[in-house]
């Protein structure tokens, strides 16, 4: 299957810094990429969705100018966690998908652990 | 209330048994269903997904839907200890809705 990295794997911040995870589709063209924030205990909530060249869409309640996301090519996508504060912490989970738009062709990558201090 | 429940668990079972996972929703717009493996510190994995209701097999693996209960659920036979991770439901409308909504996650272990 088609895989999916993210970078870094884990990152410990100080409250008040930024922080850039990358999502890369290594072998195939992503024409939509999601980022996904898992609690512990809970479920994966979607946080916003981005188009290669175009504005991310933000779901409801979370907030587009401290998650910022870029998409800059077919195959990464960056989310910046600006001024982190302690409940930033979470595992950041994001997922590429080609244009066919079926479950099947909707990868996840590894996930990254971010905990603000 | 929550989109999807699942019920967390954890669930342990012994090597070889019938493992009995369950999701209800309730967004009756749900069309595609699905169910992923996630191992620790590791992305979910897709396993299979349906289309609308009904059955479907792939290998020691079965996946039903009862869209009129609004109730989905995946069983795996002779369950092994590489079965072992948390296994998570997800749904979504049909054509051109990307959204997934997920289940907590059933932790299961497979006890050898």
């Known amino acids: 299957g088609a895989v999916v990295s993210q970078h870094p794997s884990r990152v410990i911040c100080k409250s008040g810094t930024s922080v850039k995870i990358e999502c890369r589709s290594l072998?195939?063209?992503?024409?939509?990429m999601f980022w996904y924030r898992q609690f512990p205990k809970q479920s994966l909530m979607l946080m916003a969705t981005s188009n290669e060249g175009s504005k991310a869409t933000y779901e409801q309640g979370v907030e587009k100018d401290k998650f910022l996301i870029n998409h800059a090519s077919l195959t990464l996508s960056t989310l910046t966690v600006t001024s982190a504060h302690p409940e930033d912490s979470s595992f950041y989970i994001c997922?590429?998908?080609?244009?066919?738009?079926?479950?099947?062709?909707?990868?996840f990558g590894p996930g990254t652990r971010l905990t603000v201090l | 209330q929550k989109e999807v429940e699942q019920d967390p668990g954890p669930l342990s079972v012994p090597e070889g048994a019938i493992v009995s996972l369950n999701c209800t929703y309730s967004?009756?717009?749900?069309?595609?269903f699905m169910w992923y493996r996630q191992y620790s510190r590791k992305g979910p994995e897709l396993l299979m997904y349906t289309y609308s209701s009904g059955n479907k097999e792939d290998g020691r693996f079965t996946a039903q839907v009862d869209k009129s209960s609004k109730y989905i659920s995946l069983f795996i036979r002779d369950s092994q200890p590489s079965d072992s991770a948390t296994y998570l439901c997800?749904?979504?409308?049909?054509?051109?809705?990307?959204?997934?909504?997920f289940g907590t996650g059933t932790r299961l272990t497979v006890i050898p």
């Open positions: 967004n009756s717009a749900f069309q595609y």
């Open positions: 997922s590429a998908q080609t244009p066919s738009g079926t479950p099947d062709t909707q990868y």
């Open positions: 997800a749904m979504r409308a049909g054509a051109g809705a990307n959204n997934l909504f």
């Open positions: 072998d195939f063209q992503a024409t939509t």
